[in-house]
């Protein structure tokens, strides 16, 4: 699933930003800081750490993730003008992708820098980057949006985040908007020991009591191009006709 294929050190790069980046996260040790719900500060420790080396990311491949490209290519009747938004946009090739497509998009992450970092890379995207916070998004967002896609972070939230980021998902879709998840999949007993934190099938009947109805929920075994099992969900405002 890597865009690193030219660069032979990347794999060593990353392994060893992982190792350094577990030993800071505090939902990974046996305190949770219950000062910083939402992990902000590990969010940005990995982006300033990194020092613009994007193997030092980890979730980082500089490309799209292969579950959202596949699904952009399947749109038949495309993407032109649709208002798209990505929630917690990394290092933008997914927010590209969808704007490569023809979409309107609107991308943002609650890190500085990586949205400073997704600008200096893609230096003429039409893409809107900002940084906000999924749950005090600007009021003008509500309800605005065609399609908003969230790639892997839902699962990057603590559990007990979900309803409210669930409803905070649901808020932005306009009347006839629909909700793209890609995740990490696991089955409903099987232990979550995040962070990430694979999404039972259960976060569908909770998305559901938010608002979100399963147009279509795939279960995606692994592979060798996406080498762990996962969700592709798209997902409506129930109150859609
Ligand atoms: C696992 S990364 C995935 C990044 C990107 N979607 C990708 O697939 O490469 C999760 C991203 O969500 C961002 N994030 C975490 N909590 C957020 C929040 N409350 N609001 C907006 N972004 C958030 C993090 O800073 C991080 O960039």
């Given at each position: 699933?890597?865009?690193?294929?030219?660069?032979?050190?990347?794999?060593?790069?990353?392994a060893?930003?992982?190792?350094?980046?577990?030993?800071?996260?505090?939902?990974?040790?046996?305190?949770?800081?219950?000062?910083?719900?939402?992990?902000?500060g590990?969010?940005?420790?990995?982006?300033?750490?990194?020092?613009?080396?994007?193997?030092?990311?980890?979730?980082?491949?500089?490309?799209?993730?292969?579950?959202?490209?596949?699904?952009?290519?399947?749109?038949i009747?495309?993407?032109?003008?649709?208002?798209?938004?990505?929630?917690?946009?990394?290092?933008?090739?997914?927010?590209?992708?969808?704007?490569?497509?023809?979409?309107?998009?609107?991308?943002?992450?609650?890190?500085?820098?990586a949205?400073?970092?997704?600008?200096?890379?893609?230096?003429?995207s039409?893409?809107?980057?900002?940084?906000e916070?999924?749950?005090?998004?600007?009021?003008e967002?509500?309800?605005?949006?065609?399609?908003?896609h969230?790639?892997?972070?839902?699962q990057?939230?603590?559990?007990?985040?979900?309803?409210?980021?669930?409803?905070a998902?649901?808020?932005?879709?306009?009347?006839?908007?629909?909700?793209?998840?890609?995740?990490?999949?696991?089955?409903?007993?099987?232990?979550?020991?995040?962070?990430?934190?694979?999404?039972?099938?259960?976060?569908?009947?909770?998305?559901?009591?938010?608002?979100?109805?399963?147009?279509?929920?795939?279960?995606?075994?692994?592979?060798a191009?996406?080498?762990?099992?996962?969700?592709?969900?798209?997902?409506?405002?129930?109150?859609?006709?």
């Amino acid at each position: 699933m890597s865009g690193f294929s030219s660069d032979p050190g990347f794999a060593e790069r990353r392994a060893r930003a992982r190792i350094e980046l577990d030993a800071i996260d505090p939902a990974k040790g046996a305190a949770p800081d219950a000062s910083d719900p939402l992990r902000r500060g590990w969010f940005e420790a990995v982006y300033a750490l990194a020092e613009n080396d994007a193997a030092r990311v980890p979730w980082a491949n500089l490309s799209p993730h292969p579950l959202t490209r596949s699904f952009v290519d399947l749109q038949i009747r495309g993407l032109e003008g649709l208002c798209a938004l990505d929630v917690g946009c990394g290092l933008g090739d997914n927010a590209e992708c969808f704007s490569a497509a023809g979409a309107d998009v609107t991308a943002f992450d609650l890190v500085e820098e990586a949205v400073q970092w997704a600008k200096r890379r893609f230096p003429d995207s039409k893409v809107a980057y900002s940084a906000e916070d999924l749950f005090k998004v600007p009021p003008e967002w509500r309800e605005k949006f065609d399609l908003v896609h969230e790639c892997y972070t839902l699962q990057a939230l603590a559990p007990e985040l979900l309803p409210k980021a669930l409803a905070a998902l649901a808020s932005l879709l306009a009347p006839d908007g629909k909700l793209l998840v890609i995740a990490r999949a696991r089955d409903e007993d099987a232990p979550a020991s995040g962070p990430p934190w694979p999404l039972p099938p259960s976060i569908f009947a909770e998305a559901e009591r938010h608002g979100l109805r399963r147009i279509v929920i795939e279960d995606i075994a692994a592979t060798a191009e996406v080498p762990i099992r996962h969700w592709r969900a798209l997902l409506r405002r129930s109150d859609a006709a």
